[in-house]
């Protein structure tokens, strides 16, 4: 038997703003978080992407200047440099949109 989950691993990558950053995200979305996700943002753009980003992060090694941990929410990715969020679309949009390979009988 193959479980469903089998689909959905994580990848580490470091965003070009940060050295040294880890953010691990999930390798795949499912059909059923995109129309989710989709229904939420009230038609902007951004806001959209977001959503989808702050969904497949799994984790990360940011912390806010207290020293805690920062949450992984749409208001703090926000706060990030526009290039490391155009990294994470980019790594995300590869995800979305990756073909599945075509099986044969």
Do not use: C, H, R
């Not at 070009?16 to 390798?27: A, D, H, L, M, R």
């Not at 996700?37 to 969904?55: F, R, S, W, Y």
């Not at 679309?89 to 995800?95: A, D, F, H, L, Q």
């Amino acid at each position: 038997m193959v479980k469903i989950s089998e689909a959905y691993s994580t990848k580490k990558v470091e965003l070009p703003s940060y050295k040294g950053s880890e953010v691990n995200i999930k390798t795949a979305i499912s059909v059923e978080k995109i129309i989710e996700l989709e229904g939420t943002a009230e038609d902007k753009d951004l806001e959209k992407v977001l959503n989808v980003v702050v969904a497949l992060i799994v984790s990360w090694n940011f912390e806010t200047e207290e020293g805690k941990p920062l949450e992984i929410t749409v208001d703090n990715l926000k706060k990030f440099p526009n290039i490391d969020l155009q990294f994470l679309s980019e790594e995300i949009t590869k995800i979305v949109k990756k073909k599945q390979p075509e099986k044969t009988s």
